[in-house]
């Protein structure tokens, strides 16, 4: 009797070990997916909003562009149109795009953005060499002390005989290129 009771113990001790060594792994792994999640995560800086309008086929299409001005390997773009309000975040440097959906909330203090992450895709590329030998430029239409009108126009190649696509921007002076 003492024996079993013995062996019994022995056995509990053996499971309540077992037990505890399955509690330190769980630990230890979530450990380790936070220690790597803080190594990944990033910090992105905005530095200049641009927005962009368009009216196609009666539909009104906005984007906000946010960029840095002194690091150009990502930007935030936050697309809103009838359907769907979402942001996109590319990051050229990981060849990632991340998406999240986005919430507004406007208050005294101003617009505010939630971003409920959606996704993460790679970033893929033109064909190589594709969009090298397209073809900008640039037309001013009016400009006066606070705002430029131009025509930007995308051409095939350098004969400029086959217009890809054309586009009429207002540039507003800003302190980041105030050189121009």
């Known amino acids: 009797m003492i024996n079993s009771l013995g062996n019994f113990i022995q056995k509990l001790k053996i499971k309540y070990f077992l037990i505890q060594k399955n509690k330190i792994k769980k630990l230890s792994l979530l450990l380790l997916f936070f220690v790597i999640s803080i190594v990944n995560a990033q910090k992105y800086e905005f530095t200049t909003l641009t927005k962009y309008s368009k009216i196609f086929n009666h539909n009104k299409f906005e984007s906000l562009n946010y960029t840095n001005s002194k690091n150009d390997t990502y930007y935030l773009k936050i697309l809103k149109d009838a359907d769907s309000f979402e942001a996109k975040l590319f990051d050229y440097k990981n060849m990632k795009i991340h998406v999240f959906n986005v919430i507004e909330e406007k208050s005294k203090d101003g617009i505010f953005f939630n971003f409920i992450y959606k996704n993460t895709s790679d970033l893929l590329y033109f064909k190589e060499n594709e969009c090298l030998k397209h073809v900008f430029s640039f037309e001013t239409l009016e400009a006066n002390d606070s ?3 131009v025509r930007l126009n ?10 890809i696509a054309g586009f009429d921007l207002e540039l507003k002076k800003s302190e980041d290129n105030c050189n121009e």
Do not use: V
């Open 154 to 163: 995308i051409y095939e190649d350098s004969k400029k005989e086959k217009l």
């Open 147 to 149: 705002i430029k009108k």
